[in-house]
């Protein structure tokens, strides 16, 4: 669900819902035992099949354009997501492991919000640049922090351009998202990552590269 509404000529507000909505997940189990390993924990670890239901969140977004000139452009933003209804997942397993039909891992997320800011120039028919800043909050608390998906809040760069060459529209972007670092030291049952306490950081870069033809 989407609206926009255009105060002025150079003025514009914009602002979207899209609703939580879930996902069947389907994959496999399966353990990797020494050779020497008995019998009986053989059986207890069998290869099985899986499944989990997995909830993504309600989103909401807002945001303005204002047009400062006919060539330059200033939008900002704000985006929430509700991710506090991911409480938990479930894992349902075709036969039991370890003598459980069932795994059930807390994850207790927090909602976000998400702010955003950038420029767009045309500085010809031919030739436009973008750049822009994004501020993203964690959604995964201390308490049920893991190893396997480290975030943090972040702060990612942006800048970007588009050649315009008669039928041709050649686009690239770059982004930089430095993490915040972060400190796991909490007490979590093994399935969650319990042991891997420690410090994380993290640097992710972005590249972009697009051709669009017109006919």
């Given amino acids: 669900l989407g609206m926009l509404y255009k105060f002025t000529n150079n003025f514009s507000l914009g602002c979207s819902y899209r609703s939580g909505y879930s996902v069947d997940l389907d994959g496999d189990v399966s353990f990797e035992l020494p050779q020497e390993s008995p019998a009986v924990m053989r059986a207890m670890l069998p290869d099985t099949d899986a499944e989990a239901v997995l909830k993504l969140p309600d989103v909401f977004f807002a945001g303005i354009a204002w047009n400062m000139t006919d060539k330059l452009t200033l939008e900002t933003g704000i985006l929430w997501e509700g991710w506090s209804d991911y409480s938990k997942i479930r894992t349902e397993f075709a036969h039991p492991v370890n ?116 006919f």
């Fill in 99 to 214: 003598g459980m039909t069932s795994n059930t891992v807390e994850k207790n997320w927090e909602d976000t919000v998400t702010t955003n800011i950038g420029l767009e120039y045309i500085y010809n028919q031919n030739f436009t640049l973008r750049t822009g800043y994004l501020y993203r909050e964690n959604s995964i608390p201390d308490t049920t922090f893991e190893p396997s998906l480290p975030d943090s809040d972040a702060h990612l760069f942006a800048a970007g351009f588009d050649i315009n060459w008669q039928r041709y529209t050649l686009s690239t972007a770059y982004v930089y998202e430095r993490q915040k670092e972060r400190e796991k030291n909490n007490i979590l049952r093994i399935e969650s990552g319990g042991s891997a306490d420690g410090i994380y950081n993290s640097d992710i870069h972005f590249i972009a590269l697009s051709l669009n033809i017109h």
